[in-house]
T-cell receptor, first 115, second 112 residues
Framework: GENVEQHPSTLSVQEGDSAVIKCTYS??????FPWYKQELGKRPQLIID?????GEKKDQRIAVTLNKTAKHFSLHITETQPEDSAVYFCAASKGRGSTLGRLYFGRGTQLTVWP | DGGITQSPKYLFRKEGQNVTLSCEQN?????MYWYRQDPGQGLRLIYY???????QKGDIAEGYSVSREKKESFPLTVTSAQKNPTAFYLC???????????FGDGTRLSIL
Protein backbone atom coordinates (compact mmCIF):
# COMPACT_ATOMS: atom_id res chain seq x y z
CA GLY A 1 0.00 0.00 0.00
CA GLU A 2 0.86 3.68 0.04
CA ASN A 3 3.30 5.13 2.58
CA VAL A 4 3.17 8.84 3.40
CA GLU A 5 6.04 10.40 5.34
CA GLN A 6 5.64 13.88 6.84
CA HIS A 7 8.36 16.24 8.16
CA PRO A 8 9.00 17.91 10.47
CA SER A 9 6.95 16.53 13.35
CA THR A 10 7.15 19.88 15.16
CA LEU A 11 7.75 23.35 13.78
CA SER A 12 8.02 26.65 15.65
CA VAL A 13 8.05 29.98 13.84
CA GLN A 14 7.77 33.63 14.74
CA GLU A 15 4.61 35.45 13.77
CA GLY A 16 4.95 36.83 10.25
CA ASP A 17 7.50 34.22 9.15
CA SER A 18 6.77 31.45 6.64
CA ALA A 19 6.26 27.79 7.48
CA VAL A 20 6.85 24.82 5.19
CA ILE A 21 5.75 21.24 5.81
CA LYS A 22 6.88 18.46 3.48
CA CYS A 23 5.41 15.06 2.64
CA THR A 24 6.63 12.23 0.48
CA TYR A 25 4.60 9.34 -0.90
CA SER A 26 5.60 5.96 -2.28
CA UNK A 27 2.88 4.96 -4.77
CA UNK A 28 3.24 6.69 -8.12
CA UNK A 29 -0.46 5.95 -8.81
CA UNK A 30 -1.53 8.40 -6.08
CA UNK A 31 -3.02 11.48 -7.68
CA UNK A 32 -4.91 13.40 -5.00
CA PHE A 33 -3.23 15.19 -2.07
CA PRO A 34 -5.32 17.00 0.57
CA TRP A 35 -4.05 18.89 3.61
CA TYR A 36 -5.92 19.11 6.90
CA LYS A 37 -5.63 21.42 9.89
CA GLN A 38 -6.62 20.18 13.33
CA GLU A 39 -6.85 22.63 16.20
CA LEU A 40 -6.56 21.29 19.73
CA GLY A 41 -9.57 19.15 20.65
CA LYS A 42 -11.31 19.75 17.34
CA ARG A 43 -11.99 17.88 14.14
CA PRO A 44 -9.52 17.92 11.22
CA GLN A 45 -10.62 20.33 8.51
CA LEU A 46 -9.60 20.40 4.87
CA ILE A 47 -7.61 23.54 4.11
CA ILE A 48 -6.32 22.92 0.60
CA ASP A 49 -5.87 20.07 -1.86
CA UNK A 50 -4.08 19.42 -5.14
CA UNK A 51 -4.43 16.90 -7.94
CA UNK A 52 -1.57 15.43 -9.93
CA UNK A 53 -2.37 17.37 -13.08
CA UNK A 54 -1.48 20.59 -11.24
CA GLY A 55 1.94 21.63 -9.93
CA GLU A 56 0.88 24.37 -7.54
CA LYS A 57 -2.26 25.73 -5.94
CA LYS A 58 -2.68 28.82 -3.82
CA ASP A 59 -5.40 30.10 -1.52
CA GLN A 60 -4.56 33.41 0.15
CA ARG A 61 -1.68 32.70 2.59
CA ILE A 62 -1.66 28.95 1.93
CA ALA A 63 -0.11 27.18 -1.03
CA VAL A 64 0.63 23.58 -1.93
CA THR A 65 3.24 22.40 -4.42
CA LEU A 66 3.53 18.96 -5.97
CA ASN A 67 6.55 17.29 -7.57
CA LYS A 68 5.31 14.07 -9.18
CA THR A 69 8.75 12.99 -10.33
CA ALA A 70 10.20 13.17 -6.85
CA LYS A 71 6.92 12.05 -5.27
CA HIS A 72 6.73 14.83 -2.74
CA PHE A 73 4.34 17.67 -1.96
CA SER A 74 4.59 20.59 0.42
CA LEU A 75 2.38 23.01 2.32
CA HIS A 76 3.53 26.61 2.48
CA ILE A 77 2.02 29.12 4.91
CA THR A 78 3.14 32.72 4.54
CA GLU A 79 2.77 35.59 7.02
CA THR A 80 1.96 33.16 9.82
CA GLN A 81 -0.38 34.20 12.62
CA PRO A 82 -0.90 32.71 16.10
CA GLU A 83 -4.22 31.24 14.93
CA ASP A 84 -2.29 29.12 12.44
CA SER A 85 -1.02 27.11 15.41
CA ALA A 86 -2.42 23.57 14.99
CA VAL A 87 -1.53 20.09 13.83
CA TYR A 88 -1.34 19.77 10.05
CA PHE A 89 -1.81 16.46 8.25
CA CYS A 90 -1.00 15.60 4.67
CA ALA A 91 -2.67 12.72 2.86
CA ALA A 92 -2.57 10.90 -0.47
CA SER A 93 -5.03 8.77 -2.41
CA LYS A 94 -5.55 7.30 -5.86
CA GLY A 95 -8.46 9.61 -6.34
CA ARG A 96 -12.18 9.72 -6.35
CA GLY A 97 -14.21 6.61 -6.84
CA SER A 98 -11.34 4.18 -7.04
CA THR A 99 -11.86 0.97 -5.09
CA LEU A 100 -8.29 1.47 -3.92
CA GLY A 101 -8.87 5.14 -3.27
CA ARG A 102 -8.75 5.45 0.52
CA LEU A 103 -6.69 8.25 2.03
CA TYR A 104 -3.28 7.55 3.55
CA PHE A 105 -2.26 10.11 6.17
CA GLY A 106 1.08 11.41 7.33
CA ARG A 107 1.76 11.49 11.07
CA GLY A 108 1.16 15.20 11.39
CA THR A 109 3.16 18.36 12.11
CA GLN A 110 2.56 20.43 15.23
CA LEU A 111 2.97 24.05 14.12
CA THR A 112 3.40 26.69 16.81
CA VAL A 113 3.41 30.37 15.86
CA TRP A 114 4.88 32.64 18.53
CA PRO A 115 3.61 36.22 18.76
CA ASP B 1 -27.53 21.98 8.79
CA GLY B 2 -25.55 19.15 7.15
CA GLY B 3 -22.75 17.34 8.86
CA ILE B 4 -21.45 14.35 10.76
CA THR B 5 -22.64 13.65 14.28
CA GLN B 6 -20.66 11.47 16.62
CA SER B 7 -21.92 10.36 20.00
CA PRO B 8 -21.17 10.23 22.78
CA LYS B 9 -18.41 12.83 23.08
CA TYR B 10 -16.85 10.96 26.02
CA LEU B 11 -17.15 7.25 26.73
CA PHE B 12 -15.80 5.04 29.47
CA ARG B 13 -15.33 1.31 29.12
CA LYS B 14 -14.97 -1.29 31.80
CA GLU B 15 -12.66 -4.25 31.38
CA GLY B 16 -14.23 -6.99 29.24
CA GLN B 17 -16.97 -4.73 27.96
CA ASN B 18 -17.94 -3.97 24.38
CA VAL B 19 -18.89 -0.38 23.59
CA THR B 20 -20.42 1.13 20.47
CA LEU B 21 -19.61 4.55 19.06
CA SER B 22 -22.25 6.19 16.93
CA CYS B 23 -21.66 8.05 13.66
CA GLU B 24 -24.47 9.58 11.61
CA GLN B 25 -24.18 11.79 8.52
CA ASN B 26 -26.79 13.73 6.55
CA UNK B 27 -24.48 14.73 3.71
CA UNK B 28 -25.68 11.93 1.41
CA UNK B 29 -22.10 10.65 1.23
CA UNK B 30 -21.50 7.11 0.02
CA UNK B 31 -18.16 6.51 1.78
CA MET B 32 -17.65 6.48 5.54
CA TYR B 33 -14.56 5.88 7.68
CA TRP B 34 -13.40 5.32 11.24
CA TYR B 35 -10.00 6.59 12.38
CA ARG B 36 -8.17 6.24 15.64
CA GLN B 37 -5.97 9.10 16.81
CA ASP B 38 -3.23 8.68 19.40
CA PRO B 39 -0.66 11.35 20.28
CA GLY B 40 2.16 11.33 17.72
CA GLN B 41 0.49 8.59 15.65
CA GLY B 42 -1.55 10.65 13.27
CA LEU B 43 -4.80 9.25 11.90
CA ARG B 44 -4.92 5.49 11.58
CA LEU B 45 -7.71 3.88 9.58
CA ILE B 46 -9.76 1.24 11.39
CA TYR B 47 -12.55 0.43 8.92
CA TYR B 48 -14.10 2.04 5.88
CA UNK B 49 -17.21 1.54 3.82
CA UNK B 50 -17.68 2.50 0.20
CA UNK B 51 -21.36 1.64 0.06
CA UNK B 52 -24.23 0.27 2.16
CA UNK B 53 -23.79 -3.34 3.30
CA UNK B 54 -20.11 -3.31 2.39
CA UNK B 55 -17.06 -2.45 4.49
CA GLN B 56 -13.33 -3.12 4.45
CA LYS B 57 -10.67 -3.47 7.13
CA GLY B 58 -8.24 -0.63 7.43
CA ASP B 59 -4.77 -0.72 8.95
CA ILE B 60 -5.72 -1.47 12.58
CA ALA B 61 -9.03 -3.40 12.45
CA GLU B 62 -8.21 -6.00 15.12
CA GLY B 63 -10.50 -5.68 18.13
CA TYR B 64 -13.05 -3.54 16.27
CA SER B 65 -16.21 -4.27 14.28
CA VAL B 66 -18.56 -2.16 12.16
CA SER B 67 -21.83 -2.37 10.27
CA ARG B 68 -23.30 -0.32 7.43
CA GLU B 69 -26.99 -1.12 7.26
CA LYS B 70 -27.99 2.42 6.30
CA LYS B 71 -26.25 4.99 4.16
CA GLU B 72 -26.41 7.53 6.98
CA SER B 73 -25.00 5.37 9.76
CA PHE B 74 -21.67 3.64 10.41
CA PRO B 75 -21.39 2.54 14.07
CA LEU B 76 -18.10 1.26 15.45
CA THR B 77 -17.95 -1.37 18.21
CA VAL B 78 -14.83 -1.55 20.31
CA THR B 79 -14.73 -5.11 21.56
CA SER B 80 -13.07 -6.56 24.65
CA ALA B 81 -10.44 -7.99 22.29
CA GLN B 82 -9.04 -4.47 21.80
CA LYS B 83 -6.56 -4.37 24.67
CA ASN B 84 -5.59 -0.72 24.38
CA PRO B 85 -8.78 1.12 23.40
CA THR B 86 -8.00 4.46 25.06
CA ALA B 87 -7.89 6.94 22.16
CA PHE B 88 -9.71 9.65 20.26
CA TYR B 89 -11.99 8.15 17.58
CA LEU B 90 -12.93 10.13 14.51
CA CYS B 91 -15.63 9.29 11.99
CA UNK B 92 -15.48 10.76 8.49
CA UNK B 93 -17.46 10.63 5.28
CA UNK B 94 -16.89 11.59 1.67
CA UNK B 95 -18.87 11.61 -1.55
CA UNK B 96 -16.60 8.98 -3.04
CA UNK B 97 -13.94 6.71 -1.56
CA UNK B 98 -10.66 8.61 -1.51
CA UNK B 99 -12.20 12.08 -1.64
CA UNK B 100 -11.34 14.55 1.09
CA UNK B 101 -14.71 14.62 2.85
CA UNK B 102 -15.60 15.80 6.36
CA PHE B 103 -14.90 14.67 9.90
CA GLY B 104 -17.09 14.45 12.97
CA ASP B 105 -16.13 16.01 16.31
CA GLY B 106 -14.84 12.72 17.68
CA THR B 107 -15.42 10.44 20.67
CA ARG B 108 -12.85 10.16 23.42
CA LEU B 109 -12.80 6.63 24.86
CA SER B 110 -11.19 5.87 28.19
CA ILE B 111 -10.85 2.77 30.35
CA LEU B 112 -12.27 2.70 33.87
Amino acid sequence: GENVEQHPSTLSVQEGDSAVIKCTYSDSASNYFPWYKQELGKRPQLIIDIRSNVGEKKDQRIAVTLNKTAKHFSLHITETQPEDSAVYFCAASKGRGSTLGRLYFGRGTQLTVWP
Amino acid sequence: DGGITQSPKYLFRKEGQNVTLSCEQNLNHDAMYWYRQDPGQGLRLIYYSQIVNDFQKGDIAEGYSVSREKKESFPLTVTSAQKNPTAFYLCASSIYLGDSGSFGDGTRLSIL
